[in-house]
């Protein structure tokens, strides 16, 4: 996975101002820390197009929320700010998944010629499910827009927790918090 110009349109897109916090990279996965939340992001190339594509997870530990952001080359249909109806689908080791998402709202943002496509606030409860997930894939009438190997996703997770947490000024194993 290489980290391009492609890394700084997506950090441009959501963050405005990087913390005290110093990114890291955990497993092909870079933590990211911004004013108020931080940021585990994957990039991916695209064998057939030879571009870079990638799936960011935002998590605010003080609203509980999380974003999921990622972005395709290919939907050039879509305008900047359309909203969209995305299905949300996990594999899970054993070849289950999980189809419990359902269908979510995004929003497209257009950036040099890429589409970012950027999830309604969604609940914590997710940064488990991925965590355990070996595939996220994102649908729309049952046809494919974008689906992302989640290799390293477990650690990766849990330092965006700790990151999201200590951005916060809250304590991770707060009795309180769970």
């Known amino acids: 996975m290489k980290f391009s110009a492609l ?3 997506v950090l441009v897109l959501m963050s405005s101002a990087v913390s005290a916090r110093e990114t890291v990279e955990i497993d092909g996965w870079r933590i990211v820390p911004s004013d108020e939340s931080c940021f585990a992001m994957s990039m991916y190339d695209e064998h057939q197009t030879g571009m870079t594509t990638s799936l960011s997870i935002a998590y605010n530990a003080k609203t509980k929320l999380t974003l999921v952001t990622f972005s395709n080359t290919k939907a050039t249909s879509i305008a900047d700010g359309a ?7 996990l594999n899970l080791p054993n070849r289950r998944y999980d189809d419990g998402w359902g269908t979510k709202q995004f929003t497209a943002n257009v950036q040099d010629e890429i ?4 999830s309604e606030p969604l609940e914590k409860v997710l940064l488990d499910d991925i965590a355990k997930a070996t595939t996220i894939g994102f649908f729309t009438g049952g046809t494919l827009v974008s689906s992302f190997g989640l290799d390293g996703s477990a650690k990766a997770i849990a330092d965006l927790a700790r990151c999201a947490f200590e951005i916060a000024g ?3 194993k707060d009795p309180f918090l769970q």
Not at 83 to 89: P, S, V, Y
Not at 115 to 118: K, P, T, V
Request: charged content about 20%; hydrophobic content about 60%.
């Open 7 to 9: 890394t700084g349109a």
């Open 115 to 118: 589409r970012f496509f950027i």
């Open 83 to 89: 909203k969209l109806n995305l299905e949300i689908f």
């Open 170 to 172: 809250m304590n991770i």
